[in-house]
């Protein structure tokens, strides 16, 4: 694992496979405990992100963390990655080819992380991730169980940023999540 799990973050830090490398300050590979039982993806790197080489460390970073805090558990203790591990100028979506660039990081972070649980922040984590082009609002609140792993969409907390008053149904997202966690894990460690 940790040969594994160097390497990989090697070759995502000296990665050059689509436009995203020429423009970037850092590539934000993840960061976190990577034998976590709970995954969080995310969808590309922002401003502070960029500059940090870290994930979620802007706005919506700090309001991911008081989630994460508020369902008893430490950023720490999760894994914490996006779609794709360079920023998108102007915080644009990610183009589909940049995507499809990348998401073998993200596919081989997870094959050695094998979390059982993946909350899947915002739309454009569910399309990379679950192929599915749906609405969030119509996605998010439902598990979908997939090849032994639990998956959670929710609204992205910049969404939440936004449009404070889906707040209210983030937390149901998020409640759902420590259940699971919980029933997963037997006693709720992670
Ligand atoms: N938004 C994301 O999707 N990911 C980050 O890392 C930061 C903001």
């Known amino acids: 694992m940790h040969e594994n799990w160097a390497q990989l973050t090697n070759e995502i830090a000296a990665c050059r496979k689509c436009r995203l490398c020429e423009q970037r ?14 995954l969080f993806i995310g969808e590309g790197p922002g401003r502070d992100e960029d500059l940090q080489g ?17 369902i008893g558990l430490e ?33 081989n972070q997870f094959k050695l992380i094998s979390p059982k649980i993946i909350v899947l922040l915002g739309k454009v984590a569910c399309r990379y991730v679950l192929g599915d082009e749906s609405p ?3 996605l998010r609140g439902k598990w979908i169980f997939r090849k032994g792993v639990w998956f959670m969409p929710t609204y992205h907390p910049s969404a939440l940023l936004r449009a404070p008053e889906k707040k209210k149904e983030a937390w149901e ?12 894990s037997g006693r709720g460690e992670i």
């Open 25 to 38: 300050t850092n590539v934000v590979p993840g960061e976190g405990n990577p034998q976590s039982k709970i």
């Open 54 to 70: 870290r994930p979620f460390v802007g706005a919506s970073g700090q309001l991911l963390d008081r989630m994460i805090h508020a």
């Open 75 to 107: 950023r720490t203790e999760v894994y914490i990655a996006n779609v794709v591990k360079c920023r998108p100028p102007m915080n644009r979506n990610p183009e589909p080819d940049e995507a499809a660039a990348c998401m073998p990081y993200l596919r």
């Open 136 to 138: 969030i609002s119509r």
């Open 173 to 184: 997202d998020f409640k759902m999540v420590k259940a699971k966690l919980m029933e997963v």
